[in-house]
């Protein structure tokens, strides 16, 4: 029983939220893992005529979390969001989140794991 709580409790502490301290905001910024889903559709994204700076503010505004768990931001403000003036804020957060662990990797299920 402890070696079956104790390697779903190690599972759980990869899958939790991580955090980023951004200093711009004087704050953090709290995501979660990405699913094998997310990856996918960034990777479509990043394929599309879209430019890279538009897909970055997109995938924060999907990710990032207040500590609370709430979303950080409203989907419909990306429009307005994409004319801010803190796009390297922007692209330095979308480059951990996509740098982070995914679910599926957590669990074990990512064929790069496995191999």
């Known amino acids: 029983m402890n070696t079956a709580f104790n390697e779903l409790s190690e599972l759980m502490s ?14 953090k910024v709290h995501f979660a893992p990405q699913t094998a889903h997310e990856v996918a559709l960034s990777r479509k994204l990043i394929e599309s005529d879209a430019p890279v700076s538009e897909l970055n503010v997109a995938l924060v505004v999907i990710k990032a979390l207040n500590s609370d ?14 004319h801010w003036k803190c796009s390297l804020v922007f692209d330095r957060l979308a480059e951990k989140m996509r ?7 957590a669990k074990g299920l990512s064929p790069a794991i496995q191999s």
């Open 99 to 105: 740098a982070a662990t995914t679910v599926e990797e």
């Open 69 to 82: 768990g709430s979303k950080m931001f409203d989907p419909e403000n990306f429009q307005e969001m994409i």
């Open 14 to 27: 990869r899958i939790v939220a991580q955090e980023v301290y951004v200093p711009e905001w004087k704050r």
